[in-house]
């Protein structure tokens, strides 16, 4: 079986540290550079949950997209939920390794995930300068509420669900996606010409305006899905990888994606109030 180093390299060599934001905080989090890995653990958060799912697995490494301390901290007491998560994984010798946004940057990386769980061809990047997002083409034009509808089938369900801004009937050939928050790639999503934008996150007034403004192709169709669904498929993307890797070197690795829904917001909904 591989040490947790040359699992570590490998992982590297997909998701290049480098290629990380400067604000962003990537790598081993913990772990025992020479202990043996034999099952490993994709999951989008590194939370309490996904700890305990890991030790029901025997997982010896758990990798994630979101960090577990983007900000740094002084402390790692375990009065402190993150605390908790590190005193969990360390007492049960489980390394936790962390691909942010140099996964969102990879080719293929989170976006491409996004994609191929919609069934949409990429024809390039959002961004070409980084590498964010994907352009994509539809095989058969759609409307925008079908589209909305081949999101809420394909991605994980959620208490959002997939919301929609424009036209239910406009017509889609070209369509942006980008994992994750997406509404600071509007400027992108202009000059693309793409019929519709499918991110997370968006914010009342970059919605709002980008709703306003038309495209190179006409006006601009939103759907806006929860952010974790977004970036999810992208562990099972991650995870096919390292299988062709433990593969390559014969290493025998026992490879899982958490199905573990770690979305914050709860299922229950309360109806609005009177318009302000």
Not at 108 to 128: C, E, F, I, Q
Not at 161 to 180: E, H, K, N, T, Y
């Amino acid at each position: 079986m591989p040490r947790l180093s040359e699992v570590i390299a490998e992982l590297d060599a997909l998701w290049p540290p480098e290629r990380a934001e400067s604000w962003d905080a990537v790598g081993t989090v913990c772990g025992d550079p020479d202990a043996e890995v034999t099952r490993v653990l994709f999951a989008v958060d590194p939370v309490q949950e996904i700890a305990e799912e890991a030790i029901r697995l025997g997982a010896d490494l758990i990798v994630t997209h979101h960090p577990l301390y983007l900000r740094g901290t002084t402390t790692v007491a375990a009065s402190h939920f993150k605390g908790r998560v590190v005193h969990t994984l360390i007492k049960h010798d489980i390394a936790l390794h962390v691909a942010h946004t140099n996964a969102d940057t990879a080719d293929p990386g989170v976006s491409d995930a996004l994609a191929g769980a919609l069934d949409l061809r990429v024809t390039g990047p959002l961004v070409p300068e980084n590498g964010l997002g994907r352009i994509c083409e539809l095989d058969q034009p759609e409307t925008l509420a079908e589209f909305a509808a081949r999101a809420a089938k394909r991605l994980p369900a959620t208490a959002q669900g997939i919301r929609v801004a424009g036209d239910p009937d406009m017509p889609l050939r070209r369509v942006a996606v980008s994992g994750g928050s997406g509404d600071s790639l509007f400027g992108a999503v202009r000059a693309a010409g793409v019929d519709a934008f499918l991110t997370a996150d968006l914010r009342h007034h970059p919605a709002s305006e980008a709703t306003q403004h038309s495209t190179l192709s006409g006006p601009l169709g939103l759907v806006d899905a929860a952010h974790w669904a977004t970036e999810w498929p992208w562990c099972e993307q991650a995870a096919a990888q390292l299988d062709t890797i433990s593969d390559r070197h014969g290493w025998d690795l026992r490879v899982h994606v958490s199905t573990t829904v770690t979305d914050p917001w709860s299922s229950h909904h309360t109806s609005s109030g009177a318009p302000n």
